[in-house]
C-alpha cells in the first residue's frame, strides 16, 4: 500500500508564500474585479486614493469645461437675441421705407422721369431687404442706407 506524501509546515508556508507573492504580480487595481488580496494591496500602498484623486481631477476639468461652455452658450444666446432685435429694428425700417415709396409712387403719377426714379429707388429697397432677409446685413450700413432711400422718396414726393 502506497502511502501519501506528508507535507510539512515549512513546505506549507513556502507555497502559501509564492502563491502571496504571485497573486502580488497578477493583482487587479480595478475595485471591481480586484481579489481580497488586491483589495488590501491597493489600499495600503495609496493605488485606490491615486485613482480617487485622478477621478476628482478629472471631474473637476469637466465641470471646468462645463461651466466654460455655459458661459459661451449664454452669450450666444444674448448675441441671437440682439441679432433678432437688429433684424426686427431693420424690418421696421424697411417698412416705414415702403410707406414713402407708397407715397413717392402716388405723387410722381404722369410724371415718368419721377416714375423711373422711384423703380429705381425700389430696386435698392428690394436689395436691400434681400440682404436683411438673408441674414447678411450690417445692421448699421443698413439703416444708412435706408435713410438715403427714404430721403429720396421724399424728395420725389415733395
Partial sequence: MATKPSLSPLSIAIAAGMMLVLAGCMGSTNPETASLLDNIKNL?????????AANQAEAAAIKRNNTTAQSEIA?????????????????????????????????AAGNQARLDQVSALDAQLAAVSEEVNAGTADPAITQDELRRIRAAYHAISG
Fill in 44 to 52: 495600503s500602498s495609496g493605488e485606490y486614493d491615486r485613482q480617487i
Fill in 75 to 107: 452669450g450666444l444666446e444674448t448675441q441671437k437675441r440682439a441679432n433678432a432685435s437688429a433684424i426686427a429694428s431693420m424690418r421696421s425700417q424697411i417698412a416705414r421705407t415702403r410707406q414713402s415709396a407708397s407715397a413717392a409712387r402716388a405723387a
